[in-house]
């Protein structure tokens, strides 16, 4: 089973950027779906991002959607979330996580990481 580790968070002002780093170890992405999910303070787990096997196989959900951009590199097996302009409802830690199918449902996901925390401030 792939095992996952989040690095990159930060306290950032709000308009910055961040790119999140998800090093993959035990198994090659390649054969995941690897999404980008956030939980803030007394909430769900939210979708983000999610990419698949295909450039095709991109998704956002609509919070994020031209602001951020997931991305993979199979060769360091490292899947990354490049934040840009981001708003304080940003904060929140965040997960990567793999998963065997196209989904965006969190419970269908396999391996998470352990999360890095975001804080965006006003």
């Known amino acids: 089973q792939v095992q996952l580790v989040e690095s990159g968070g930060g306290l950032v002002q709000a308009g910055d950027s961040l790119r999140l780093s998800c090093a993959a170890s035990?198994?090659?992405?390649?054969?995941?779906?690897m999404g980008w999910f956030r939980q803030a303070p007394g909430k769900n787990h939210e979708f983000v991002a999610g990419?698949?096997?295909?450039?095709?196989?991109?998704y956002y959900s609509d919070s994020v959607k031209g602001r951020f951009t997931i991305s993979r590199d199979n060769a360091k097996n490292t899947v990354y979330l490049q934040m840009n302009s981001l708003k304080p409802e940003d904060t929140a830690v965040y997960y990567c996580?793999?998963?065997?199918?196209?989904?965006?449902?969190?419970?269908?996901?396999?391996?998470w990481g352990q999360g890095t925390q975001v804080t965006v401030s006003s």
């Open positions: 996580a793999a998963g065997p199918r196209i989904t965006f449902n969190p419970l269908e996901f396999r391996s």
């Open positions: 035990g198994d090659t992405i390649s054969s995941y779906f």
């Open positions: 990419g698949g096997w295909t450039p095709s196989n991109i």
